[in-house]
Nanobody, 127 residues
Framework: QVQLVESGGGLVQAGGSLRLSCAAS????????MGWFRQAPGKEREFVAA????????YSADSVKGRFTISRDNAKNTVYLQMNSLKPEDTAVYYC????????????????????WGQGTQVTVSS
């Protein structure tokens, strides 16, 4: 089992920044590809970004490219999502998730490929 706990959400004005953190406990964190997802009210949960086990490779959704950066610190068992130039449409509950699947682009987006999920943290961007 892996337990994931997100933090860092909050209320921010458009154009502002937030950094989300996801702390992992349980099994060896570096064995897992990690991802961030988000779910806006009335919408399905969607992929935001993912990072390989070592942190050397990342992949982001087009909607956040150039604004959001995913990173990880395996020594601290933590994955981060730095969010800059936030827009009202970024408002959502943000979730981190972990998978033991290969870091392959076709495997990163489907929610069903992730084995462990955090409880989520709310991000609200005001206009």
């Amino acid at each position: 089992q892996v337990q994931l706990v997100e933090s860092g959400g909050g209320l921010v004005q458009a154009g502002g920044s937030l950094r989300l953190s996801c702390a992992a406990s349980g099994r060896t964190f570096s064995n897992y590809v990690m991802g961030w997802f988000r779910q806006a009210p009335g919408k399905e949960r969607e992929f935001v970004a993912a990072i390989s086990r070592s942190g050397s490779s990342t992949y982001s959704a087009d909607s956040v490219k150039g604004r959001f950066t995913i990173s990880r610190d395996n020594a601290k068992n933590t994955v981060y999502l730095q969010m800059n130039s936030l827009k009202p449409e970024d408002t959502a509950v943000y979730y981190c998730a972990g998978t033991q699947k290969t870091f392959a682009l076709m495997l990163l987006r489907p929610l069903s490929n992730y084995d462990y999920w955090g409880q989520g943290t709310q991000v609200t961007v005001s206009s």
